[in-house]
């Protein structure tokens, strides 16, 4: 299924605008796995073999999970647990619903496997999402939401708009992450300053309902702000981090990396691995980190979690090689652990900071 991936719907869908088509995709994956024959052949062609493991204090199926931005509203959730995830993080979602930044706002580069956003938050609100997750079957898997400050709201009082979306969904799900890194609303990444940040989580963490929260991380910061935000995060009792959102930063200046926004896919893998290092080191591997970042294979999976992920979740690789990546992860995954001679995959986290 990978090669007529490749060979018939990327060439379509890359014929597309990169939004539609990624609309499209979500339609034709809600409709595929709407009826039981079409989750049962979702499963039959993309679901890969179990790899357990513990976090967060969740079970999880497999260590990868769906990144946020993918299923901004919640609207195929099941279809993404049929696929074989092992977790979700659905979102982003800001307390008052916007339509984002003017389009065209995402592109494609297939030279680079990597894609550029700008999409500003586009979503329904909070309290569509909630609506919407209350009467939603939950998934079987530990479901996240990402959320964001709402571009109306000021930074000073961006701790309110936060909680508020976390006031009204937080009963629906298992995790929250807060979201104080998109290059895509003006001036956000600011909130990463420790007083800042820890408004936002002690505000967050007032209506969790007990509920892991977690901090989304930029790759742009340098190494001593990276650790103060941990360090603010951890002080605070977050449960962990995840590490890496987009980047403002461009391998070179061919015409889509001319596009504003924030880039994902490959170009990213080596600094979003980067920073899950410094962050394992700087916690002594103690924190729990999703490590998410230029993962397209087993692989780049691998280095993320021996240098220190508990976690790891994809984005862009979906879009360039079909669900049929899923599947080619995990199972790589399990056939590397089984290679170390290793038992689980904690044995295999952090692996290259013990050698």
Same mark, same amino acid.
């Given at each position: 299924?990978?090669?007529?991936?490749?060979?018939?719907?990327? /060439?379509?869908?890359?014929?597309?605008?990169?939004?539609?088509?990624?609309?499209?995709? *979500?339609?034709?994956? &809600?409709?595929?796995?709407?009826?039981?024959?079409?989750?049962?052949?979702?499963?039959?062609?993309?679901?890969?073999?179990?790899?357990?493991?513990?976090?967060?204090?969740? @079970?999880?199926?497999?260590?990868?999970?769906?990144?946020?931005?993918?299923?901004?509203?919640?609207?195929?959730?099941?279809?993404?647990?049929?696929?074989?995830?092992?977790?979700?993080? !659905?979102?982003?979602?800001?307390?008052?619903?916007?339509?984002?930044?003017?389009? /065209?706002?995402?592109?494609?580069?297939?030279?680079?496997?990597? *894609?550029?956003?700008?999409?500003?938050?586009?979503?329904?609100?909070?309290?569509?999402?909630?609506? &919407?997750?209350?009467?939603?079957?939950? /998934?079987?898997?530990?479901?996240?939401? =990402?959320?964001?400050?709402?571009?109306?709201?000021?930074?000073?009082?961006?701790?309110?708009?936060? +909680?508020?979306?976390?006031?009204?969904?937080?009963?629906?799900?298992?995790?929250?992450? !807060? =979201?104080?890194?998109?290059?895509?609303? /003006?001036?956000?990444?600011? *909130?990463?300053?420790?007083?800042?940040?820890? &408004?936002?989580?002690?505000?967050?963490?007032?209506?969790?309902?007990?509920?892991?929260?977690?901090?989304?991380?930029?790759? @742009?910061?340098?190494?001593?702000? !990276?650790?103060? %935000?941990?360090?603010? +995060?951890?002080?605070?009792?977050?449960?962990? %981090?995840?590490? $890496?959102?987009? #980047?403002?930063?461009?391998?070179?200046?061919?015409? %889509?990396?001319?596009? $504003?926004?924030? *880039?994902?896919?490959?170009?990213?893998? =080596?600094?979003?691995?980067?920073?899950?290092?410094?962050?394992? @080191?700087?916690? =002594?591997?103690?924190?729990?980190?999703?490590?998410?970042?230029?993962?397209? #294979?087993?692989?780049?999976?691998?280095?993320?979690?021996?240098?220190?992920?508990?976690?790891?979740?994809?984005?862009?690789?979906? %879009?360039?090689?079909?669900?049929?990546?899923?599947?080619? !992860?995990?199972?790589?995954?399990?056939?590397?652990?089984? +290679?170390?001679?290793?038992?689980?995959?904690?044995?295999?986290?952090?692996?290259?900071?013990?050698?």
């Amino acid at each position: 299924m990978g090669l007529g991936y490749s060979l018939l719907v990327r /060439p379509m869908l890359a014929l597309m605008d990169s939004e539609k088509a990624h609309t499209r995709a *979500l339609l034709g994956l &809600r409709a595929v796995s709407f009826t039981v024959f079409g989750r049962m052949l979702l499963r039959v062609l993309y679901r890969p073999r179990q790899l357990e493991s513990k976090c967060l204090e969740m @079970d999880f199926r497999n260590p990868l999970g769906l990144a946020a931005g993918m299923d901004k509203k919640a609207e195929v959730m099941h279809g993404w647990e049929t696929l074989g995830f092992g977790f979700m993080e !659905i979102g982003g979602v800001t307390e008052h619903e916007q339509v984002g930044n003017p389009k /065209p706002r995402m592109f494609r580069s297939a030279k680079h496997e990597a *894609l550029i956003n700008r999409m500003g938050f586009n979503n329904s609100g909070s309290e569509k999402m909630a609506l &919407r997750l209350s009467k939603a079957k939950k /998934p079987g898997v530990p479901l996240f939401l =990402n959320v964001g400050k709402s571009k109306i709201t000021s930074l000073e009082d961006a701790h309110l708009d936060y +909680a508020k979306t976390v006031e009204l969904c937080a009963n629906y799900v298992d995790g929250i992450v !807060i =979201n104080v890194s998109s290059p895509n609303t /003006p001036n956000l990444r600011d *909130l990463q300053k420790d007083e800042d940040l820890a &408004r936002i989580i002690e505000s967050v963490q007032v209506h969790s309902g007990n509920k892991p929260v977690l901090v989304k991380i930029a790759p @742009d910061l340098d190494d001593m702000q !990276i650790k103060s %935000v941990v360090d603010t +995060a951890r002080g605070l009792g977050c449960a962990g %981090v995840v590490a $890496t959102n987009t #980047t403002v930063e461009r391998p070179d200046e061919s015409s %889509v990396m001319l596009e $504003t926004g924030g *880039l994902s896919g490959k170009p990213l893998r =080596n600094r979003s691995t980067q920073v899950i290092r410094l962050i394992a @080191d700087h916690t =002594n591997g103690e924190w729990p980190i999703i490590g998410v970042g230029g993962i397209s #294979t087993a692989e780049d999976a691998w280095e993320k979690i021996i240098n220190g992920a508990s976690l790891i979740q994809i984005y862009s690789s979906l %879009v360039f090689q079909g669900a049929s990546v899923i599947k080619a !992860i995990v199972n790589g995954l399990d056939k590397r652990l089984k +290679a170390a001679g290793l038992d689980s995959l904690e044995q295999a986290i952090g692996l290259a900071r013990r050698e």
